[in-house]
């Protein structure tokens, strides 16, 4: 079974620049997540959807940030301009199911960013 | 915010010890979870345990849930080089309104 895709790996920006990250689910997963590692710290929640509806980006810093998960499937996390707190790593994530019957996560490899 | 808090922040030690990791957390919780990640690569699931269930095993990881202290622990035995990682616990609140929230997690280095 194929895991969670994320591309691209790295990618190194000046600020106020734009960028986009893209991940592709276990097939068959209905909940989509991004979390945002700092360095040194744990994953932060920026976004939950449910097939392609958003259960919660009470985190999403919206003045900047946006994600779509067409058709349920596949996501795309943006940064539009892009500062240089925002270097980090993107990981996406995919479960089966949401809410209070949440298990296990799967995670990608994540994107890292570098804002300069 | 995160709920979870680990500690210690950073442990080393020698091939063959066991290396404990303790996480408390501040609200009521549906499960706790304990995930690896290597240096460079996305998380790892290890390990759920139930609000209602008090240890579990997993090969040569054993992890406890206290709900009267809100604490859990992670223990791995007869440690290997392999095991170097960050461990982080994750925790689903009871309240199925909020995700999975991670803590700031253990940095174990074990030493050949």
């Known amino acids: 079974e194929a895991g969670v895709a994320q591309s691209p790996r790295y990618k190194i920006i000046e600020k106020r620049q734009s960028v986009a990250f893209w991940c592709n689910p276990i097939s068959g997963h209905a909940t989509l997540y991004w979390y945002q590692q700092i360095l040194g710290q744990g994953p932060k929640l920026l976004i939950q959807f449910q097939n392609n509806g958003v259960v919660d980006d009470s985190q999403l810093p919206k003045d900047r940030f946006s994600a779509e998960r067409l058709k349920g499937v596949d996501s795309t996390l943006k940064i539009q301009p892009a500062k240089l707190e925002d270097s980090a790593v993107y990981l996406c994530a995919s479960s089966l199911l949401g809410g209070v019957s949440t298990g296990e996560l799967f995670f990608g490899e994540g994107s890292r960013l570098t804002v300069l | 915010s995160q709920q979870g808090e680990e500690d210690p922040q950073a442990l080393s030690i020698q091939e063959g010890e066991n290396a404990t990791m303790n996480c408390s957390y501040k609200?009521?919780?549906?499960?706790l979870q304990w995930y690896r990640q290597n240096s460079g690569r996305g998380l790892v699931h290890l390990i759920l345990?139930?609000?209602?269930?008090r240890e579990k095993h997993s090969g040569r990881l054993r992890v406890t849930l206290d709900t009267s202290k809100k604490s859990s622990s992670l223990l791995i035995t007869a440690s290997r080089a392999a095991d170097t990682a960050s461990y982080f616990c994750?925790?689903?609140?009871?309240?199925?309104?909020?995700?999975?929230?991670f803590g700031k997690g253990t940095r174990l280095s074990v030493i050949a």
């Open positions: 345990i139930r609000s209602n269930e």
């Open positions: 609200t009521s919780i549906n499960n």
């Open positions: 994750a925790t689903a609140d009871v309240s199925g309104n909020t995700p999975l929230v």
